[in-house]
């Protein structure tokens, strides 16, 4: 392999960040890329490198599902940001299975929340269907951003679970 070739290889995939309003997207965007600042409402998509996070608003907004699927079409995994407080998965039936080569990827936010329930909220994802891995997150705890950020941004692998389920 020639080092061009195996560059490319190397290269994380690139994703994209998607849920509803408040789920924690941009605050997991920035902690994946060690952005020291706090997140604020995002009002367009925002890239970085191999990633992209959505607006809130592409998700929870049938007229706007357009703009989720043409992004959609230029990442290799869907990562669905699901917050632990919420006890209803809002999926659209079908949206992420436009482009049925796509990785899905499920992330439990805010798993520090008082009365949070992480597996009543990976209950909701898994009745969604397709979400393989599911990781469970929260900002307050950094160590538990490591297997998503090495799955994400470091080739892939599952490997050294914590946080995973």
């Known amino acids: 392999m020639n080092p061009q070739t195996a560059a490319i290889a190397a290269a994380p995939a690139a994703f994209m960040l998607m849920g509803a309003v ?24 925002e890239f970085e490198n191999s990633g992209i996070d959505t607006p809130g608003e592409f998700f929870s907004h049938p007229r706007l599902y357009h703009a989720l699927i043409n992004t959609s079409s230029d990442v290799d995994i869907l990562v669905y940001v699901h917050s632990c407080d919420n006890d209803e998965c809002r999926l659209p039936p079908g949206l992420l299975n436009v482009y049925g080569d796509k990785r899905l990827v499920g992330v439990i936010t805010k798993t520090d ?18 979400f393989d891995p599911i ?28 946080g995973l389920s």
């Open 22 to 45: 408040g789920a924690g997207k941009t605050t997991l965007f920035n902690l994946l890329y060690g952005r020291e600042e706090n997140a604020r409402k995002t009002q367009a998509l």
């Open 113 to 130: 929340l008082p009365g949070c329930d992480p597996g009543r909220a990976e209950s909701v994802l898994r009745g969604a269907g397709g």
């Open 135 to 162: 990781f469970r997150v929260s900002n307050r705890y950094p160590d538990s951003i490591a297997p998503l950020k090495r799955y994400l941004l470091g080739g892939g692998s599952t490997e050294e679970g914590a």
